[in-house]
């Protein structure tokens, strides 16, 4: 046993079950004679409600959260070339991926059993949104042992106003100066370019991954169909196997019912083949008398 093994094992669990287990495994450690371990395992902490669903994303869904992540590198390289209102549109595209994530985390906390308020749902929203803005945000989610939501202070949401501006450029008075604006008129179009294939790049990646989550909603909906299908043979295979042991219970019972009914008949019926003997030794003893007597 070691922190690392019981770490995961602890931040899988459902919230009520984090206590018990933890206090069990230090107890184990200690037993063994391990107090620093106890100690450590003592030292962890029950996750929030929002911690416990993020971390049940990480393990279930990892594909979802990996692609969040991936989204990371374009929007910080796009904020760094973007203008304001461009990085706001990315922004509002990015908020509507977290939107969707967070709605799929919801689903599976419920199918675990777990109770996803609209604060819980505030808290996964701020801790997604740190990991698209903070790459130590981004590890901490990644490992799937938070303890309480995340959240980003700093520029990682798109900004609410402009990026600077360059400064105009002076007009020249003379043929002297002239080379100073046609390098910075040459430098424009350059940085329009590298600002343009910043935006194309987020957006495309933001693109894919709506795309992603709208196709692994589809396929949660498909899965979920073919349980409820499953679900359902199973329970009518099940009432038939339930109405066919009956019917064999009822044949059983139709099959001891007709053995007794055989044994008597057949004890009837010796006793009748028993009388008619009898009664044919009696007439030929009785035709024997008559014929002496004629």
Do not use: C
């Not at 009914?261 to 009664?279: G, K, P, Y």
């Amino acid at each position: 046993m070691d922190l690392e093994t019981v770490a995961d094992e602890l931040y899988a669990l459902p919230p009520q079950d984090f206590t018990g287990t933890r206090n069990q495994r230090a107890k184990q450690a200690r037993s063994s004679g391990d107090r620093d371990l106890a100690s450590a395992i003592g030292a962890l902490r029950r996750p929030s409600t929002g911690a416990w669903v993020v971390n049940l994303l990480v393990r279930t869904r990892p594909d979802l959260v990996d692609q969040l992540l991936e989204l990371a590198d374009a929007l910080r390289s796009a904020q760094e070339t973007l203008s304001g209102p461009e990085l706001r549109a990315l922004s509002t595209q990015r908020h509507r991926v977290i939107a969707s994530i967070v709605g799929e985390a919801r689903k599976l906390a419920i199918a675990e059993g777990g109770t996803v308020s609209d604060a819980v749902e505030r808290e996964l929203e701020a801790t997604l949104d740190a990991a698209l803005a903070d790459p130590r945000s981004a590890e901490l989610v990644r490992a799937g042992r938070l303890e309480t939501a995340l959240s980003y202070a700093g520029l990682g949401a798109a900004p609410t106003s402009s990026a600077p501006q360059p400064k105009p450029t002076p007009r020249p008075t003379s043929t002297s100066t002239s080379t100073k604006p046609a390098t910075k008129l040459k430098a424009d179009p350059e940085a329009r370019r590298k600002r343009e294939e910043a935006r194309r790049a987020a957006e495309q990646a933001l693109r894919d991954a709506e795309a992603d989550v709208e196709r692994a909603a589809s396929e949660r909906d498909q899965a979920i169909s073919d349980h409820e299908r499953a679900e359902s043979g199973r329970d009518e295979a099940q009432q038939r196997i339930v109405e066919l042991s009956e019917q064999l219970d009822q044949a059983q019972s139709d099959a001891v019912t007709a053995a007794n009914t055989v044994r008597e008949r057949q004890r009837a019926r010796s006793h009748a083949e028993h009388r008619a003997d009898e009664a044919r030794r009696r007439l030929e003893r009785a035709r024997e008398a008559a014929e002496k007597a004629g």
